[in-house]
T-cell receptor, first 116, second 110 residues
Framework: DTEVTQTPKHLVMGMTNKKSLKCEQHMGHRAMYWYKQKAKKPPELMFVYSYEKLSINESVPSRFSPECPNSSLLNLHLHALQPEDSALYLC???????????????FGEGSWLTVV | AQRVTQPEKLLSVFKGAPVELKCNYSYSGSPELFWYVQYSRQRLQLLLRHISRESIKGFTADLNKGETSFHLKKPFAQEEDSAMYYCALSGAGGGNKLTFGTGTQLKVEL
């Protein structure tokens, strides 16, 4: 199993709503990532969790709140978002945070978020 | 700072023609370079990485440190190669963290 599974695939939320995006992997990976991808743009890193601890926060606004409840799950809690936050949110995982040739980053299919 | 540049947003070639997708990078240390591909309605997936020096689906890419380039090449394009291709870099100081180029949409025409 080399899959990263994300739910929901599509989400529409109002600016006052609270919602969550979920990500799961069963590859035994200890690094998990959230990327944001706007239409026709490359993915941009938001957060990295390493061994269930937040390792990197790329100056993301506090209305995005990540959570890693265990080594297989990664959540992204959303609150008071703006329309410009509408994007594809990609979850990814890798063995760990080390740079070595076998440490491939695997991506999920993404969750399409629309903020109205 | 690390940066990846893909100068072409769209590259259109005929089936059987050679393909070269350009990628240049800016990084002061020893980067790892990757090509990721995203087929229509599919997830982003690793195509190849420079350190492996392998050929995947007929594609190859050579890291040229003098020209700071990592161009993706294939001698004969196939229709199924049509996709979005992203060049990405992982810097030494950032762990396994990817910086992506803006992507090149490859369209292979019959």
């Amino acid at each position: 199993d080399t899959e990263v599974t994300q739910t929901p695939k599509h989400l529409v939320m109002g600016m006052t709503n609270k919602k969550s995006l979920k990500c799961e992997q069963h590859m035994g990976h200890r690094a998990m990532y959230w990327y944001k991808q706007k239409a026709k743009k490359p993915p941009e890193l938001m957060f990295v969790y390493s061994y269930e601890k937040l390792s990197i926060n790329e100056s993301v606004p506090s209305r995005f709140s990540p959570e890693c409840p265990n080594s297989s799950l990664l959540n992204l809690h959303l609150h008071a978002l703006q329309p410009e936050d509408s994007a594809l949110y990609l979850c990814a995982s890798s063995q760990d945070m080390s740079r070595y040739s076998g440490n491939t980053i695997y991506f999920g299919e993404g969750s399409w978020l629309t903020v109205v | 700072a690390q940066r990846v540049t893909q100068p072409e947003k769209l590259l259109s070639v005929f089936k059987g023609a050679p393909v070269e997708l350009k990628c240049n990078y800016s990084y002061s240390g020893s980067p790892e370079l990757f090509w990721y591909v995203q087929y229509s309605r599919q997830r982003l997936q690793l195509l190849l990485r420079h350190i492996s020096r392998e050929s995947i689906k007929g594609f190859t890419a050579d890291l040229n440190k003098g020209e700071t380039s990592f161009h993706l090449k294939k001698p004969f394009a196939q229709e199924e190669d049509s996709a979005m291709y992203y060049c990405a870099l992982s810097g030494a100081g950032g762990g396994n963290k990817l910086t992506f180029g803006t992507g090149t949409q490859l369209k292979v025409e019959l």
